[in-house]
C-alpha cells in the first residue's frame, strides 16, 4: 500500500475551509487585517449555481462572478487562495493541521469553517454539531454568538454555522467571525473603515 507524503507548509494565523461568500469575506477582512490567511476552495459551493438580484449594493450578478470576485478581494490584500478539497483537520502543537485531496497539509492558529451544507470534516474533528433550522440544512456546527465552537481555535462561519442560506447573509456573518477571531489575535478589538479621501 502507497502512503502519501504530504507537503508541509508555513504557518498561518488564520485558515478559512470554504470559500463561497462566506468564507471569501471572512479571509478578506482577515488578510486585509494584515493576517497571514489562507483559504481553502474546493470548487463544489452551492453560490455558483445562483444569481443574485437580492444582494445589497449590487443590482445583479452571477454566482460564479460573485465567488471570483470575492477570492479576488480576499487575495488583492494578501489571502492565498488554494483550490484543494480539505479531508482531514487535526490538534498540531501550535494550532491545526489541514490536510487535503492533493497532498498538501497546512498549519494554522486558527481555523474558520465555511464549508455550507458539509460537517463531515468538522464533526471527524470533534466539532459539535446540531440540528439545522433551515429548509434543507439537516445538520449545522454548534458555534456561540462570536462563531466559535466546543473546539478552541476551530470557529465557524454561514450556512454551515446555522445562518441563512442566503449569500448576503452568509457574506455578512463570515465578515463577523473574521473581526472576532483578528481581535482574539490582537488583544483588542478589531474595527476596519476606511474612509473616502478628500
Do not use: C
Not at 117 to 133: F, S
Not at 147 to 162: E, F, H, L, M
Amino acid at each position: 500500500m502507497l502512503r502519501k507524503t504530504l507537503r508541509r507548509f508555513n504557518m498561518y494565523e488564520i485558515a478559512v475551509i470554504g470559500a463561497g461568500p462566506a468564507g471569501a469575506s471572512a479571509a478578506l477582512f482577515a488578510a486585509k487585517a494584515g493576517k497571514q490567511t489562507l483559504l481553502v476552495d474546493s470548487d463544489k459551493g452551492m453560490t455558483r449555481r445562483g444569481r443574485y438580484e437580492n444582494y445589497y449594493g449590487i443590482a445583479e450578478i452571477s454566482g460564479p462572478e460573485l465567488v471570483d470576485i470575492g477570492h479576488q478581494q480576499a487575495v488583492k490584500f494578501g489571502a492565498e487562495l488554494v483550490k484543494d478539497q480539505a479531508v482531514k483537520l487535526s490538534k498540531s502543537e501550535e494550532g491545526f493541521v489541514i490536510e487535503t485531496e492533493g497532498g498538501t497539509s497546512y498549519e494554522a492558529k486558527h481555523i474558520i469553517l465555511a464549508t455550507g451544507v458539509l460537517t463531515d470534516l468538522a464533526a471527524a474533528a470533534g466539532v459539535q454539531t446540531q440540528d439545522g433550522t433551515e429548509p434543507r440544512i439537516k445538520t449545522v456546527i454548534t458555534v456561540n454568538a462570536q462563531g466559535q465552537t466546543n473546539v478552541p481555535g476551530i470557529w465557524a462561519a454561514g450556512t454551515v454555522a446555522g445562518v441563512s442560506v442566503h449569500a448576503v447573509i452568509t457574506a455578512g456573518d463570515g465578515a463577523k467571525v473574521a473581526v472576532n477571531v483578528i481581535s482574539e489575535l490582537n488583544g483588542a478589538r478589531y474595527v476596519d473603515h476606511d474612509v473616502l479621501k478628500s
